[in-house]
C-alpha cells in the first residue's frame, strides 16, 4: 500500500501525505494556473499530463524511497500544493542524477503566507533525518524572484547557469 510508502509530515500549519487519485483535481488546477507555470515550462498542463505527473510523484516513493507530498493546510484539509524530492534523469550539465532535486509549487491563494518555507523546511529535514541525505538540487528560472527567497531561506546556495530544454536555469545546491 502506498500510504505506508509516503510518510506524513506536520508542521504548525501544515500537512504533507501521500499522493492519492483523489488530489488529481486539485493537482489539474494547480498545474492549470498561469502564475504557477509561469516559470515552469510557461504553458498550463493538460490533465493527462498532470495524471502523469501524479503517477510519476507515486513512482520515485516505490522506487527510490523518496518523491512529492500533497501538502494541504491542517486547520481546513484545503490543497496548497506539492512539495518534495525527484530524480528526474534530466539531460541537464551538471548532472543531477542520483540527487535529490528539490522542488516546490503552491495553488496560487497560497503565494505569500510561507507556506513553501514551512513545507520545504519540513521535506528536508525528512530527507536529512530518515535518509542521511543532505545534498541537494533545484533548478529555477533566473526570473522567479518568489522561489529564489524560498531556496535561499532554506539553505541552497551554489549557483550554476545553464540551459534545459532551450531554457536559461539556475542550478542550487544545499549542502
Same mark, same amino acid.
Given at each position: 500500500?502506498?500510504? $505506508?510508502?509516503?510518510?506524513?509530515?506536520?508542521?504548525?500549519?501544515?500537512?504533507?501525505? *501521500?499522493?492519492?487519485?483523489?488530489?488529481? &483535481?486539485? =493537482?489539474? #488546477?494547480l498545474?492549470?494556473?498561469?502564475?504557477?507555470?509561469?516559470? @515552469?515550462?510557461?504553458r498550463?498542463? =493538460? +490533465?493527462?499530463? /498532470?495524471?502523469?505527473?501524479?503517477?510519476?510523484? %507515486?513512482?520515485?516513493?516505490?522506487?527510490l524511497?523518496?518523491?512529492?507530498?500533497?501538502?494541504?493546510?491542517? !486547520?481546513?484539509?484545503?490543497?496548497v500544493?506539492? %512539495?518534495?524530492?525527484? &530524480?528526474?534523469?534530466? &539531460?541537464?550539465?551538471?548532472?543531477?542524477? *542520483?540527487?535529490?532535486?528539490?522542488?516546490?509549487?503552491?495553488?496560487?491563494? $497560497?503565494?505569500?503566507?510561507?507556506?513553501?518555507?514551512?513545507?520545504?523546511?519540513?521535506?528536508?529535514?525528512?530527507?536529512?533525518?530518515?535518509?542521511?541525505?543532505?545534498?541537494?538540487a533545484c @533548478? @529555477?528560472?533566473?526570473?522567479? !524572484? !518568489? =522561489? +529564489?527567497?524560498? #531556496? #535561499?531561506? %532554506?539553505?541552497?546556495?551554489?549557483?550554476?547557469? /545553464? /540551459?534545459?530544454?532551450?531554457?536559461? %536555469?539556475?542550478?542550487?545546491?544545499?549542502?
Amino acid at each position: 500500500m502506498l500510504s $505506508a510508502l509516503v510518510p506524513t509530515l506536520e508542521t504548525p500549519r501544515l500537512t504533507l501525505r *501521500g499522493h492519492t487519485r483523489q488530489d488529481l &483535481d486539485d =493537482s489539474v #488546477a494547480l498545474w492549470a494556473a498561469p502564475e504557477v507555470v509561469r516559470y @515552469i515550462g510557461g504553458r498550463a498542463f =493538460s +490533465r493527462e499530463e /498532470t495524471w502523469s505527473k501524479l503517477l510519476r510523484y %507515486v513512482g520515485h516513493w516505490a522506487v527510490l524511497g523518496f518523491g512529492y507530498w500533497v501538502v494541504c493546510e491542517r !486547520a481546513t484539509g484545503r490543497f496548497v500544493g506539492e %512539495v518534495g524530492f525527484a &530524480d528526474f534523469e534530466r &539531460d541537464l550539465t551538471p548532472s543531477l542524477s *542520483g540527487m535529490p532535486e528539490g522542488g516546490w509549487v503552491l495553488a496560487p491563494w $497560497a503565494h505569500g503566507n510561507g507556506f513553501a518555507t514551512e513545507a520545504l523546511t519540513a521535506a528536508l529535514g525528512w530527507l536529512e533525518t530518515e535518509r542521511g541525505v543532505r545534498r541537494t538540487a533545484c @533548478i @529555477i528560472d533566473p526570473d522567479n !524572484a !518568489a =522561489s +529564489r527567497r524560498v #531556496a #535561499a531561506k %532554506v539553505g541552497y546556495r551554489e549557483q550554476v547557469r /545553464t /540551459t534545459y530544454k532551450g531554457a536559461t %536555469v539556475d542550478v542550487l545546491f544545499r549542502a
